[in-house]
């Protein structure tokens, strides 16, 4: 069972970037599916954005579609999420989950993934 860990969380001003890392523990990384939530205090677990396992196609939230871009180096077992524009809303711990599977698409949905990290926290202050 693959384990992934979340980092490159922190403090962040409006405007500016983060990058996230979620990288697994385990032999092999290839064959999971990977996405992105976040929570923020009082709130569900809402999805971020998504890849797929070979990298060839990525799914996002409408709230930080075009801000940013999630990817993958399955040779180094990571998953990035690259977040640009941040906002004072994007403040939540973020979460990376992993599914292996076959299937050629990526997973959108918290229950749909069965192995979490233990989430990062990201904060963007006004």
């Keep these: 069972q693959v384990q992934p860990a979340e980092s490159g969380g922190g403090l962040v001003q409006a405007g500016g970037s983060l990058r996230l890392s979620c990288t697994a523990s385990g032999p092999t990384f290839s064959r999971y599916s990977t996405g992105w939530f976040r929570q923020a205090p009082g709130k569900e677990r809402e999805f971020v954005a998504a890849i797929n396992w070979s990298g060839s196609s990525t799914y ?7 801000r940013s ?7 180094k077992k990571t998953v990035y999420l690259q977040m640009n524009s941040l906002k004072p809303e994007d403040t939540a711990v ?3 989950a992993v ?28």
């Design 99 to 126: 599914r292996e599977t076959n299937f050629y698409g990526a997973y959108v949905r918290v229950h749909e993934y069965d192995s979490w990290g233990q989430g990062t926290q990201v904060t963007v202050s006004s």
């Design 94 to 96: 973020y979460y990376c």
């Design 69 to 75: 871009t999630i990817s993958r180096d399955n040779a």
């Design 60 to 66: 996002y939230a409408d709230s930080v579609k075009g």
